[in-house]
Protein backbone atom coordinates (compact mmCIF):
# COMPACT_ATOMS: atom_id res chain seq x y z
CA UNK A 1 0.00 0.00 0.00
CA UNK A 2 1.36 3.67 -0.81
CA UNK A 3 0.44 5.01 1.75
CA UNK A 4 1.69 8.60 0.30
CA UNK A 5 -0.62 8.75 -2.35
CA UNK A 6 -3.31 7.23 -0.32
CA UNK A 7 -3.02 10.44 2.05
CA UNK A 8 -2.31 13.01 -0.78
CA UNK A 9 -6.13 11.30 -1.79
CA UNK A 10 -7.79 11.85 1.72
CA UNK A 11 -6.64 15.70 1.23
CA UNK A 12 -8.18 15.74 -1.92
CA UNK A 13 -11.70 14.06 -0.78
CA UNK A 14 -12.05 16.66 2.42
CA UNK A 15 -10.48 19.65 1.06
CA UNK A 16 -12.52 19.10 -2.32
CA UNK A 17 -15.88 20.20 -1.17
CA UNK A 18 -14.76 23.28 0.47
CA UNK A 19 -12.82 24.37 -2.28
CA UNK A 20 -15.93 24.53 -3.84
CA UNK A 21 -18.17 25.87 -1.59
CA UNK A 22 -15.24 29.24 -1.35
CA UNK A 23 -15.21 29.46 -4.72
CA UNK A 24 -19.23 29.78 -5.61
CA UNK A 25 -20.15 31.70 -2.54
CA UNK A 26 -17.00 34.15 -3.50
CA UNK A 27 -18.15 34.33 -6.99
CA UNK A 28 -21.97 34.87 -6.50
CA UNK A 29 -21.17 37.46 -3.92
CA UNK A 30 -19.23 39.25 -6.78
CA UNK A 31 -21.61 38.85 -9.39
CA UNK A 32 -24.22 40.32 -7.41
CA UNK A 33 -21.81 43.72 -6.39
CA UNK A 34 -21.26 43.88 -9.92
CA UNK A 35 -24.83 43.20 -11.47
CA UNK A 36 -26.93 45.85 -10.79
CA UNK A 37 -29.90 44.90 -12.57
CA UNK A 38 -29.91 41.12 -12.77
CA UNK A 39 -32.68 40.98 -15.57
CA UNK A 40 -30.89 42.41 -18.18
CA UNK A 41 -28.21 39.75 -17.91
CA UNK A 42 -30.47 36.72 -18.15
CA UNK A 43 -30.11 35.88 -21.24
CA UNK A 44 -26.46 35.84 -21.12
CA UNK A 45 -26.15 33.40 -18.04
CA UNK A 46 -28.51 31.02 -19.75
CA UNK A 47 -26.05 30.41 -22.14
CA UNK A 48 -23.06 30.72 -19.59
CA UNK A 49 -25.05 28.03 -17.61
CA UNK A 50 -24.89 25.94 -20.42
CA UNK A 51 -21.31 26.45 -21.11
CA UNK A 52 -20.80 25.77 -17.53
CA UNK A 53 -22.84 22.71 -17.60
CA UNK A 54 -20.25 21.55 -20.74
CA UNK A 55 -17.33 22.34 -18.30
CA UNK A 56 -18.77 20.53 -15.59
CA UNK A 57 -19.25 16.90 -17.47
CA UNK A 58 -16.24 17.61 -18.88
CA UNK A 59 -14.41 18.08 -15.54
CA UNK A 60 -16.15 14.63 -14.23
CA UNK A 61 -15.51 12.48 -17.03
CA UNK A 62 -11.97 13.61 -16.35
CA UNK A 63 -11.89 12.35 -12.93
CA UNK A 64 -14.88 9.79 -12.59
CA UNK A 65 -13.92 7.64 -15.80
CA UNK A 66 -10.31 7.27 -14.72
CA UNK A 67 -12.26 6.76 -10.72
CA UNK A 68 -13.93 3.75 -12.40
CA UNK A 69 -11.63 2.39 -14.35
CA UNK A 70 -7.89 2.94 -13.24
CA UNK A 71 -8.37 -0.25 -11.06
CA UNK A 72 -8.21 -2.70 -14.13
CA UNK A 73 -4.90 -1.31 -15.44
CA UNK A 74 -3.25 -3.40 -12.67
CA UNK A 75 -5.20 -6.01 -13.42
CA UNK A 76 -4.89 -6.44 -16.48
CA UNK A 77 -1.22 -6.00 -16.19
CA UNK A 78 -0.50 -2.77 -17.71
CA UNK A 79 2.17 -0.63 -16.80
CA UNK A 80 2.05 3.07 -16.26
CA UNK A 81 5.04 3.06 -19.22
CA UNK A 82 3.15 1.11 -20.96
CA UNK A 83 -0.19 2.98 -21.14
CA UNK A 84 -1.09 3.95 -24.45
CA UNK A 85 -4.43 5.43 -26.65
CA UNK A 86 -4.89 1.62 -27.57
CA UNK A 87 -4.38 0.52 -23.86
CA UNK A 88 -6.43 3.21 -22.53
CA UNK A 89 -9.55 3.83 -25.25
CA UNK A 90 -11.22 0.60 -24.75
CA UNK A 91 -11.71 1.35 -20.54
CA UNK A 92 -12.25 4.65 -21.20
CA UNK A 93 -15.48 3.94 -23.65
CA UNK A 94 -16.56 1.45 -21.36
CA UNK A 95 -16.41 3.79 -18.38
CA UNK A 96 -18.01 6.53 -20.30
CA UNK A 97 -20.91 3.98 -21.60
CA UNK A 98 -21.63 3.14 -17.68
CA UNK A 99 -21.79 7.03 -16.66
CA UNK A 100 -24.49 7.63 -19.65
CA UNK A 101 -26.26 4.23 -18.26
CA UNK A 102 -26.30 6.21 -14.76
CA UNK A 103 -27.12 9.11 -16.22
CA UNK A 104 -30.34 8.00 -17.86
CA UNK A 105 -31.45 5.67 -14.74
CA UNK A 106 -31.06 7.08 -11.41
CA UNK A 107 -29.35 10.53 -12.96
CA UNK A 108 -32.58 12.98 -12.53
CA UNK A 109 -32.70 11.54 -8.83
CA UNK A 110 -29.30 13.23 -8.26
CA UNK A 111 -30.22 16.46 -10.60
CA UNK A 112 -33.46 16.89 -8.69
CA UNK A 113 -31.92 17.05 -5.24
CA UNK A 114 -28.73 19.45 -6.12
CA UNK A 115 -31.63 22.02 -7.90
CA UNK A 116 -34.57 21.93 -5.40
CA UNK A 117 -33.41 20.29 -1.83
CA UNK A 118 -30.65 22.89 -0.61
CA UNK A 119 -31.39 25.92 -2.25
CA UNK A 120 -33.67 27.47 -4.94
CA UNK A 121 -30.80 27.47 -8.15
CA UNK A 122 -31.61 30.55 -10.95
CA UNK A 123 -29.44 31.22 -14.24
CA UNK A 124 -27.22 33.34 -12.26
CA UNK A 125 -26.85 31.10 -9.36
CA UNK A 126 -26.80 27.99 -11.25
CA UNK A 127 -23.80 29.30 -13.76
CA UNK A 128 -21.87 30.34 -10.98
CA UNK A 129 -22.54 26.63 -9.40
CA UNK A 130 -21.43 25.21 -12.31
CA UNK A 131 -18.62 26.89 -12.61
CA UNK A 132 -17.71 26.80 -9.50
CA UNK A 133 -17.89 22.93 -9.47
CA UNK A 134 -16.30 22.51 -12.96
CA UNK A 135 -13.42 24.37 -11.85
CA UNK A 136 -12.71 22.61 -8.63
CA UNK A 137 -12.86 19.17 -10.49
CA UNK A 138 -10.40 20.00 -12.83
CA UNK A 139 -8.34 21.62 -11.08
CA UNK A 140 -8.02 18.34 -8.85
CA UNK A 141 -7.49 16.49 -12.19
CA UNK A 142 -4.82 18.55 -13.47
CA UNK A 143 -3.18 20.15 -11.38
CA UNK A 144 -1.54 17.18 -9.54
CA UNK A 145 -0.84 16.05 -13.22
CA UNK A 146 1.80 19.20 -13.76
CA UNK A 147 3.25 18.98 -10.06
CA UNK A 148 3.08 15.60 -9.21
CA UNK A 149 3.05 13.64 -11.92
CA UNK A 150 -0.57 12.08 -11.50
CA UNK A 151 -3.99 12.74 -11.30
CA UNK A 152 -5.95 13.00 -8.42
CA UNK A 153 -9.26 11.31 -7.91
CA UNK A 154 -11.51 13.38 -5.95
CA UNK A 155 -15.31 13.41 -4.80
CA UNK A 156 -16.68 14.89 -8.02
CA UNK A 157 -20.77 14.49 -6.55
CA UNK A 158 -19.70 16.14 -2.98
CA UNK A 159 -17.74 19.03 -5.19
CA UNK A 160 -20.99 19.67 -6.80
CA UNK A 161 -22.62 20.18 -3.70
CA UNK A 162 -20.47 21.65 -2.22
CA UNK A 163 -21.08 24.27 -4.64
CA UNK A 164 -24.72 24.44 -4.44
CA UNK A 165 -24.17 24.93 -0.92
CA UNK A 166 -21.82 28.23 -1.25
CA UNK A 167 -25.10 29.25 -3.29
CA UNK A 168 -26.82 28.57 -0.34
CA UNK A 169 -24.88 30.49 2.05
CA UNK A 170 -25.49 33.51 0.29
CA UNK A 171 -28.53 32.76 -1.03
CA UNK A 172 -30.36 30.61 1.98
CA UNK A 173 -31.60 27.74 2.24
CA UNK A 174 -35.06 26.00 0.80
CA UNK A 175 -37.25 24.72 4.21
CA UNK A 176 -35.41 21.26 5.06
CA UNK A 177 -32.84 22.18 2.69
CA UNK A 178 -30.39 22.41 6.10
CA UNK A 179 -31.37 18.39 6.93
CA UNK A 180 -30.61 16.91 3.55
CA UNK A 181 -27.21 19.34 3.66
CA UNK A 182 -26.93 17.11 6.92
CA UNK A 183 -27.89 13.67 5.44
CA UNK A 184 -25.47 14.29 2.60
CA UNK A 185 -22.55 14.80 4.17
CA UNK A 186 -23.36 11.84 6.91
CA UNK A 187 -23.63 10.11 3.29
CA UNK A 188 -20.28 11.55 2.26
CA UNK A 189 -18.45 10.71 5.13
CA UNK A 190 -20.26 6.93 5.41
CA UNK A 191 -18.92 6.07 1.02
CA UNK A 192 -15.71 5.49 2.00
CA UNK A 193 -15.84 3.25 4.59
CA UNK A 194 -18.76 1.13 3.98
CA UNK A 195 -17.26 0.91 0.48
CA UNK A 196 -14.04 -0.30 2.14
CA UNK A 197 -15.72 -2.80 4.33
CA UNK A 198 -17.31 -4.00 1.26
CA UNK A 199 -14.11 -4.23 -0.70
CA UNK A 200 -12.35 -6.65 2.47
CA UNK A 201 -15.71 -8.72 2.55
CA UNK A 202 -16.08 -9.71 -0.89
CA UNK A 203 -12.20 -10.23 -0.93
CA UNK A 204 -12.44 -12.75 2.25
CA UNK A 205 -14.81 -14.16 0.24
CA UNK A 206 -13.83 -14.71 -2.80
CA UNK A 207 -10.35 -15.97 -1.27
CA UNK A 208 -12.30 -18.26 0.46
CA UNK A 209 -14.87 -20.09 -2.33
CA UNK A 210 -11.41 -20.20 -4.67
CA UNK A 211 -9.47 -21.97 -1.81
CA UNK A 212 -12.74 -24.91 -1.23
Known sequence: MNLSILHKIFISWLSSPILSIALSYILYSLTLKLLRNKNKFERFFKAFLIANLCFSAYSFGVNDVGNATGVYITVLGIKPESLNPSTALPLTLLGCIGILIG??????????????????????????????????????????????????????????FGAVVGIALKKGFVKN????????????????????????????????IGGI
Open 177 to 208: GKSTLAFLALMWLLTPIITAFLSITFFILVNL
Open 103 to 160: GFTLGPRVIKTVGFKITCLDAISGSIAGLSNALTVYLFSYLPYIILGYGMPTSTSIAS
